[in-house]
């Protein structure tokens, strides 16, 4: 019987077409061999029986599949995951991430410190094509200005940043300690969340490494005014929940899509314009309700 090293949690809603390309990337790219467990948490998905045909493509290998009787949030599914898991070490890892090249071995190298908390790996939209790989903790434009700056430099700065959430390494102790998920949080900002309060617990590191990759395809995808706003409501939930302060908070994000729409403008991109334009208005409406 091997010890298993390294569980992969992978949440799935409606991703029969995702699964089998992620499961087949896994696989492939495995230096740790049975070592290695993969868990699928299904959210109640409409697709589930499609994606069951591709799991079962897999029949060879270490799967978990745990079938989720509501669609609680990512948070929730992932939970779920993490109570299963058999490692010491997770994996967090969306159904559209792809590996390319073997990460496990060199991640758990940062793992044998005790007080290794998260590790962040470099996403690419495609193989040497690098991608945001970690996120202002408080979006604003001077969180913009940092993360140029830190990018550029091939820095990173936990007091600054949070790691991405598509796919992440994390001690299944260290997210224990913490309470998991929050599973208030359906959609958007987990991976602030954590960061915030493993930070604040001051017990657990958290690194980036830029030699280690994935793939996770952003650039096709625009973000809808629903998803703005629900990515705007969680920020503010965890400003609360952190006791930051929420005005402050407010008003750096109003004058950040203030300048995402100036761009959108000046880029002559309409569809971004408008969305960017509309969401604005909703912020400043926002700002409205939290004053009075």
């Known amino acids: 019987m091997f010890e298993k090293l390294v569980s992969v949690i992978i949440v799935t809603y409606n991703s029969s077409n995702d699964i089998y390309d992620c499961l087949d990337s896994l696989f492939k790219n495995n230096d740790i061999g049975n070592s290695l467990e993969v868990i699928i948490v299904d959210n109640n998905s409409e697709d589930r029986e499609e994606m069951l045909e591709m799991v079962k493509l897999f029949s060879n290998k270490n799967i978990h599949i745990l079938f989720n009787d509501r669609n609680g949030g990512y948070g929730q599914g992932n939970n779920i995951g993490v109570e299963a ?19 496990f071995k060199n991640a758990l190298t940062y793992f044998s410190d005790k007080n ?19 996120l202002p903790l ?67 590191n958290i690194k980036y490494e830029n030699k280690l990759f994935y793939i996770h395809p952003m650039h096709s995808r625009s973000e809808t005014l629903k998803e703005l706003q629900q990515r705007f409501i969680t920020y503010m ?15 750096k994000y109003i004058n950040l899509y203030r300048l995402h729409f100036l761009r959108s403008f000046l880029k002559r991109n309409n569809t971004n314009k408008n969305i960017y334009f509309t969401f604005y208005m909703y912020l ?9």
């Open 85 to 103: 898991a058999t490692s010491p070490v997770i994996l967090i890892m969306n159904p559209d991430v792809r590996l390319f090249c073997p990460i």
């Open 116 to 134: 290794m908390g998260i590790l962040g790996m470099q996403q690419c939209e495609q193989k040497e094509v690098l991608r945001q790989s970690f």
């Open 138 to 204: 408080q979006p604003s434009v001077r969180g913009l200005i940092l993360y140029k700056i830190y990018t550029w430099i091939h820095k990173y700065s936990p007091r600054y940043f949070c790691i991405h959430g598509a796919c992440f390494f994390i001690r299944k102790k260290a997210l224990e300690e913490i309470g998991k998920f929050d599973e208030n949080i359906f959609l958007y900002n987990e991976e602030m969340d954590i960061h915030y309060r493993l930070l604040h617990q001051g017990k657990y």
């Open 237 to 251: 939930y965890v400003c609360e929940k952190m006791s930051l302060n929420r005005h402050k908070a407010l008003c």
């Open 284 to 292: 400043l409406q926002q700002k409205k309700l939290l004053k009075y």
